[in-house]
């Protein structure tokens, strides 16, 4: 995830060396820490206020350090991954010459005056030539050496407003067999550099890949290839250009991280007329986004959640409460359970926020307490009983990979991504669970299956080949039904592509889509035309129309439409709410239909609340947020069980568990237990901070952050 560069000097500068000595003993074995269900990232040996106990532990950069970070992390029980960006880095030696005495500053990403494209000082954003592509294998070499478990290649990223780089001339002279066009002179030019952008992104990483690959067939390793990406969805928006859907083309790739979080989520769109910040809206779009490439690929998946974030000028309550709405957003796509918990752990619980001020302040305990609470919770989301409480479901927005190819000039697309968002918002806003459909994925067997209705605009991105278009025409004849909402009049639709012959013609796509469905344009009216068991509605309007109030009512009542066409149910609601398993995942919308507010009764435990009190109802409030454990649902054990722990606690015997947590922060335990115990100990150490009551007991305690046995006597 990109930082601040100042976080990035204090992350490799103030860590101090943990010697073999200060390192407590392994945590115990695990049984299900393979299955690696939350990790972190850090750049720091094993230190008491990073010690998460999440099942691993993924080291991030290559430098000298690393072997001995690698060390420390495995010492204390870690399954050990290695992280490192591709597109920027602590890689001088490769740009002044001395990985290959030849200087690669040519490659670094070059805007049009000239400038180098940095994340801070001389680490450029670089454009990658393949003798780049050579130089992050020397340095992955020294992580597989270092025995780590996996490699993570974070953030394939190309700035859509560079691409003045002689790097990067050469590069387009050698892909498309011409000369080099300046990305600001045409439609065209700015798309044919988007394209090269998307391809060098890609072929980077291919080459690392193929080294790890090349690597475990010579030693008979198992060494797996991950990539941290952002969304399509804030690439897009934040004009950056990167390989999204097409990572499933890559060879020998495993899986992703999400990297969705309060920085990305708390961009601002527009809705009803209103540009500001809804951090659990767009959350809720990348999330879905991201979750294209696990149903394109059956790969696995991390979702990331940040419990600050890269901006340190903001106080603790803004990073907690966008935490929560984030952590929200990410349990509410049950079909990923697996969670990147904290990145730079040592941040959130060694750092002071606001920065640049006099009340910075550590972090609250009682956040401590919550955060340790869900980052235990989530190692439990893999829950087969999924049930849905929200507005009509089986609608999508279909969204393709060239958002991010009409980002910049000459004629960029919506700054604030209207049309995207002006067909997206209305939807969620109403409590309907949108999903954003990958266009590049259609043809995928199955993957439309889930949708009944889906929205396509081709105002502010393109489709990438033919097959889509036939894809899209199966499912329409099959039952689909389509509103298209377009006027025809993107810029881009001139750019050379496969729909206009290579520019010979002056078809645009919609109109190449209309033919493979078998209508033309004189057919088409503002009603929908059946096309075999379903129909196509044409709105003649950009999406970006749908971002004020009468827009967003139209659309909506074309949905409303279309879903009945569909023997869909309609359904509006001011809340989101999602059982998995015994938890409850519920969301409050505001600037949402008017309606009384949605209230929970039972037995809960509200997973944000640090003391884990019991709760006999919980009200969905616009803007509320909850992850309950709804006790009434929980398997029921003849013996004492841990429900919520503010530490790991792994069961070691029958009423003892082994205890450990992040340093100095207040831990709570609650243990499921119709007998008091007559006494409480914690490595032999009795314990008087507890309560009991109902079936239910509370122990509380300092964390320490090595292991301590925590005991029942009865």
Known sequence: MNLHPPLVALLLLISPRTSAREIPPAFPEDPLQVLERTCFQTGKPWSPEGNLRSDVAI????????????????????????????????????????????????????????????????????????????FLCVGVQKALDAGVEAVHLEEPEFWARAGWSEGFKREWKSYYHEDWQSPDSSPDAQWRAS???????????????????????????????????????????????????????????????????????????????????????????EYGAMQNLVR??????????????????????????????????????????KYEVAP??????????????????????????????????????????????????????????????????????????????????????HGVPVTPVQLEN???????????????????????????????????????????????????????EWWNDDGKTHRIPRQHLFETLGITDEFITAKPVAVGKGSVLWLHASPAEFTTSTGADRILSVIKEAASRASLVWRETNHLILKRGPYRIAAGLDESITAPAETLTGRFVNLFDPTLAVQKSFTINPGSRGFLLDLDAVKKSDTPQVLASACKALPLKANEWTVEGVDNTPAIVLIATDKAPKTIQLDGIEITDFTHADGLLHIRFPNKSRPRVLSLRF
């Open 59 to 134: 080291c991030y950069g290559i430098d000298p350090t690393l072997p001995d970070r690698v060390a420390t992390w495995k010492n204390r029980g870690y399954s050990v991954h290695l992280m490192t960006g591709v597109a920027w880095g602590q890689y001088q030696d490769y740009l002044y010459g001395r990985f290959d005495g030849k200087n690669h500053e040519d490659n670094a990403q070059t805007d049009r005056n000239g400038k180098k494209i940095s994340h801070g000082g001389d680490v450029y954003y670089m454009c990658p030539a393949e003798n780049y592509g050579d």
């Open 195 to 285: 394209k090269l952008k998307y391809f060098l992104c890609r072929r980077a990483l291919q080459q690392v890949f193929n080294h790890v690959q090349a690597f475990n067939k010579r030693t008979g390793k198992k060494v797996r290839c991950y990539v941290p990406t952002h969304s399509l969805i804030n690439y897009a928006h934040w004009c950056i250009v990167s390989p999204q859907s097409s990572l499933a083309l890559l060879d020998g790739c495993d899986g992703y991280i999400a990297q969705v979080w309060t920085g990305t989520s708390r961009t601002p769109n527009v809705y009803c007329g209103n540009l500001k910040e809804r951090t659990f809206e767009t959350a809720f779009l």
């Open 296 to 337: 394109a690929t059956g790969r696995s998946v991390w979702y990331l959640n940040d419990p600050i974030e890269d901006n340190p000028r903001h106080d603790w309550t803004d990073y907690r409460t966008n935490w929560e709405s984030t952590l929200v957003a990410s349990l509410l796509q049950p079909d990923v359970a």
């Open 344 to 429: 730079w752990p040592e941040r959130i619980f060694g750092g002071k926020y606001p920065h640049g001020g006099n009340d910075a302040k550590t972090i609250p305990p009682e956040y401590a307490t919550e955060l340790q609470v869900v980052m235990n919770a989530l190692n439990d989301m893999k829950q087969p009983d999924i049930q849905w409480d929200c507005g009509t479901q089986g609608i999508g927005v279909l969204i393709s990979d060239s958002l991010m190819f009409q980002r910049e000039r000459p004629t960029p697309s919506d700054p604030h991504m209207a049309h995207f968002y002006g067909q997206a918002l209305p939807l969620l806003k």
């Open 442 to 496: 259609v043809a995928l067997p199955g993957f439309l299956d889930p949708q009944k209705v889906l929205l396509l605009s081709y105002q502010g991105q393109k489709p990438l080949g033919p097959e889509v278009h036939t894809a899209l025409a199966a499912w329409v004849k099959n039952g689909g039904q389509l509103i298209v909402a377009d006027d025809d009049k993107d810029p881009y639709n001139q750019a050379r």
